[in-house]
């Protein structure tokens, strides 16, 4: 294995660089390194700075808007990304939904979604989850039920992540219900203004509004916005889940993270010098670096075979709980290194004036808002119980 970067892959690093330094929104990297809530336009701002450079999509195909990179390309630029503390495109467009259009999709959709996706003019959100159907998502009962060529969609769909934020939803649901309930399943994508259709709020633990409830009655969606075939829709999920748990990794923001806390343990004393050196943090810090280059290779490995098959596959549970558990051993060690520093909720709610003069690193006040959403990733995204449930039987086969 090849670990050393060559001379034209240490310059094409340099140039992103150089780009998240000299050409990114400086304002939106504060607020993510920072920790405070994102904006709508936040996000629009980034994804049109990215796509004004070509690069919104590393990962897609070049004849869809990707930028053709090779997997070092990838990884180089993800690391850079994470590393200047820019702002993660919303994934529901960029990693979730995109692939799925440009897979499955007709032409006509292709051309219809995916620049509002690429340049982020157009946000969307997930509706998979129901309140009786998480872990058990084939059980879903949102109906739509087609009338000539329109699907009447009723039903709720829950824990909409970014819904408030978003222009369109793409959901699963329910087109039969005789059958296996996985066969009676389709995928329907539905702008967000239809009338019918309502975004309820839902506060989170952290004191954010990142969740949302979505009511649908008996809301017209065009047959046109359907993907793929009608029934097919579980098919069409699958693939995108894989995609969406090897998005979790996050690896650059976790090394930033760590570096971050290495730097604040160096310079807080502990019983006999920095809290560093306590063994107790030392050991934690070792176990998180090495849970890190864990996650890393096995990240690489699985998108390296990806490029050849074209699809995640099963293996992308590992990543999901890998990443999740690792990302909460960050949070829970901020906590513990800094103190009563992290006391309040989030940086939105203190202004600046109460953080720099203190001394206290800027970070401080985001920590136990981040410690608290962090508990949620091992949920999302299918939870880690189900992750291993999909270990042992469809890949170690017991
Ligand atoms: C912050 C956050 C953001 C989210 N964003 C979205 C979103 O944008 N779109 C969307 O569609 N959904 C979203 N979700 C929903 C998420 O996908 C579900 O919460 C998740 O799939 C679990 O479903 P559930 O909440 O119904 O829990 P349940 O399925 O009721 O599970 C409850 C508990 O039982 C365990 N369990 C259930 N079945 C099994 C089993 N067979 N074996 C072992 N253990 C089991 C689970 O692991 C869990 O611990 C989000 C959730 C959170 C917390």
């Given at each position: 294995m090849r670990l050393k970067f060559s001379a034209s892959e240490q310059r094409f690093r340099d140039e992103v660089r150089d780009f998240f330094e000299r050409e990114y929104p400086s304002d939106i990297k504060h607020k993510v390194l920072t920790g405070q809530s994102l904006s709508k336009s936040d996000y629009q701002r980034s994804d049109g700075a990215l796509a004004k450079k070509g690069w919104s999509a590393p990962l897609w195909p070049a004849e869809y808007g990707g930028t053709g990179?090779?997997?070092?390309?990838?990884?180089?630029f993800d690391q850079e990304f994470e590393?200047?503390?820019?702002?993660?495109?919303?994934?529901?467009?960029?990693?979730?939904?995109g692939p799925v259009i440009y897979t499955y999709g007709t032409a006509v959709q292709q051309q219809r979604w995916l620049p509002g996706i690429l340049d982020g003019s157009t946000q969307w959100c997930q509706g998979y989850s129901e309140p009786n159907s998480g872990s058990d998502l084939a059980s879903l009962c949102c109906s739509a039920i087609l009338d000539g060529d329109e699907y009447i969609v009723d039903g709720e769909k829950i824990w909409t992540s970014s819904a408030q934020l978003a222009d369109w939803i793409f959901c699963l649901v329910r087109t039969d219900s005789k059958g296996p309930k996985q066969q009676g399943i389709s995928f329907l994508c539905i702008d967000l203004r239809t009338p019918g259709v309502t975004v309820n709020p839902i506060y989170s633990i952290d004191g954010k509004h990142h969740l949302n409830q979505v009511l649908?009655?008996?809301?017209?969606?065009?047959?046109?916005?359907?993907?793929?075939?009608?029934?097919?829709?579980?098919?069409?999920?699958?693939?995108?889940?894989?995609?969406?748990?090897?998005?979790?990794?996050?690896?650059?923001?976790?090394?930033?993270?760590?570096?971050?806390?290495?730097?604040?343990?160096?310079?807080?004393?502990?019983?006999?010098?920095?809290?560093y050196q306590d063994p107790s943090y030392a050991a934690k810090f070792a176990r998180a670096d090495i849970n890190i280059r864990v996650l890393e290779y096995t990240t690489l490995r699985l998108l390296s075979d990806s490029r050849n098959s074209g699809e995640m596959g099963q293996e992308a549970a590992i990543i999901k709980i890998l990443a999740t558990e690792i990302a909460q051993q960050i949070s829970t060690l901020s906590l513990e290194i800094m103190g009563h520093d992290i006391l309040p909720l989030s940086p939105d709610w203190v202004g600046e004036s109460w953080f720099e003069p203190a001394g206290i690193a800027s970070q401080a006040p985001a920590a136990t808002s981040k410690y608290l959403t962090d508990r949620s990733q091992s949920i999302y995204g299918g939870t880690n119980e189900i992750q291993r449930n999909i270990i042992a039987k469809r890949i170690l086969g017991m």
């Open positions: 990179w090779d997997l070092s390309q990838c990884y180089i590393r200047a503390g820019a702002l993660y495109p919303n994934p529901s467009g960029l990693i979730y939904l649908f009655d008996r809301a017209r969606v065009p047959l046109e916005n359907r993907i793929g075939e009608e029934g097919q829709g579980w098919m069409y999920s699958t693939f995108l889940l894989g995609n969406e748990r090897v998005s979790y990794a996050h690896i650059g923001s976790k090394k930033r993270d760590l570096k971050f806390l290495k730097e604040i343990a160096l310079n807080t004393p502990g019983p006999d010098g920095s809290l």
